[in-house]
């Protein structure tokens, strides 16, 4: 029921934590407990495997709030960020610590309701005047690809009008490559 289209649904693991794993669809990125779904019964009656969404979220709706209906997200490497990419090209840095290291587990039946309205920083991947497509954003080490639990400080932001991926520095924050 959106204006423009069919909102997508995208859904994105942790980096570092197996607890938890975020869903995003329109303006909102949700951040989901597994565990304290089993254990406080938000499955729908007779069905294992399907959860009562309504229910979970109205206990326990840990969520970033966008603004614009997002095109994708990625968590940081480690899960204290929440990078999201708009329709309109913006890519906006969200802290979620909040909503990430909440004591859920702890006391997984205590309704937990937090909002993040705020983005860190914002940039645009594209001038005003120009037609953007962005479709996806993904954190890169360029030096150790390889090695896990360091500083990223790279970003790789995916275009479809020209096919392009632009290559960011985060410590200039502008990109540096176009590919």
Sequence with gaps: ESPGGV??????????HPDFFAVGRGKYI????????TKQSYLKDGQDRVVDVDKYLSNHSLKVNTGKAGKDFTFSEDDSTIVSLDKAGRVKF??????TKTDILGNPAHPN???IKEPLITFTTTH?????????????DKLRPYQ????????IVGMKQNHTLQLWDLGL???VQEI
């Design 7 to 16: 909102l997508k649904t995208r859904a994105r693991k942790s980096s570092a």
């Design 30 to 37: 949700h951040v989901v407990w597994p565990s304290v779904i």
């Design 94 to 99: 969200w802290d979620v610590r909040e909503l």
């Design 113 to 115: 309701h937090i909002e």
């Design 128 to 140: 005003a005047n120009e037609k953007s497509w962005p479709t996806s954003v993904l954190f890169v």
């Design 148 to 155: 896990r639990g360091g500083a990223l400080r790279y970003l």
């Design 173 to 175: 924050g502008k990109p």
